[in-house]
C-alpha cells in the first residue's frame, strides 16, 4: 500500500478562470514519487500523490488541506498557487499573519490571520534545492499567503508552498523534485 502525499492547488478567482496551481494538482492526482534513494535499505513503499483542489477562499484553505491530510495520512504536504506575472516558479518560506484588502473568490477581505507575526517553512529550502529553484519569503498578501501561514501553524509535517507563472509547471520536473525532497526529508542523513 503507497504511502500519501498531499498536492494542493487553487481554482479559479478574480480574473483567472485557469488557475495553473490547481490544473496541476489535478494532472499530478495519482502519480507516483519514484525513490530516489539508492541507499536505502530495505526500500520504502512507494509515495502516491492525492491532488486536492480548493477554493480560493481565506477561510477554508488551510483548514480543509490540514483535514485531507489527516485523513490521507500524509507524509508531506506541498500547496501551489499562481502568481500572476511571474516568470519562473518558486518556493516560499514564510507565510505572514498580515493579509491584504483583495477579496477572495467568495468576495470575503481577508483579516489578520493569527497573533504570530509570521511563520517559516522548516522544509522549503531542501524543497528549492530538489526543485533547483529560488526561494523566497514573501507569499504576498492574498490566499496564498493565508494558506501557507495557516498550514505551518496546524501540522509538523514537511510542508511548503510553491507559486506558479501563469503558464505553470512540467509534471514531471516536480515529481522528480518531490521524490527528491520527500526522500531527503525521510531520510536526513
Not at 47 to 61: E, F, H, I, N, P
Request: charged share 20%.
Amino acid at each position: 500500500m503507497a504511502r500519501k502525499f498531499l498536492l494542493t492547488g487553487f481554482g479559479p478567482f478574480l480574473d483567472v478562470t485557469d488557475n495553473p496551481s490547481g490544473r496541476l494538482a489535478a494532472l499530478l492526482n495519482g502519480a507516483l514519487l519514484e525513490d530516489v534513494s539508492e541507499l536505502r535499505r530495505p526500500p520504502r513503499e512507494p509515495v502516491q500523490v492525492c491532488g486536492k483542489v480548493l477554493a480560493v477562499r481565506y477561510d477554508t484553505c488551510a483548514a480543509e488541506t490540514l483535514l485531507a491530510a489527516k485523513q490521507i495520512g500524509a507524509v508531506g504536504i506541498l500547496g501551489m498557487g499562481v502568481a500572476r506575472g511571474a516568470t519562473a516558479p518558486r518556493v516560499e518560506r514564510t507565510g505572514r499573519a498580515a493579509v491584504g484588502p483583495t477579496p477572495d473568490a467568495g468576495g470575503v477581505i481577508g483579516s489578520t490571520l493569527g497573533s504570530v507575526p509570521e511563520r517559516r517553512s522548516a522544509h522549503a529550502d531542501a524543497l528549492a534545492a530538489a526543485l533547483g529553484l529560488r526561494i523566497s519569503d514573501d507569499a504576498g498578501a492574498y490566499v496564498c499567503n493565508a494558506w501557507l501561514y495557516g498550514v505551518l501553524g496546524g501540522t509538523t509535517l514537511p510542508a511548503a508552498f510553491l507559486h506558479l507563472p501563469d503558464q505553470g509547471m512540467d509534471p514531471d520536473a516536480l515529481l522528480r523534485g518531490l521524490a527528491t525532497w520527500i526522500s531527503g526529508v525521510e531520510d536526513p542523513d
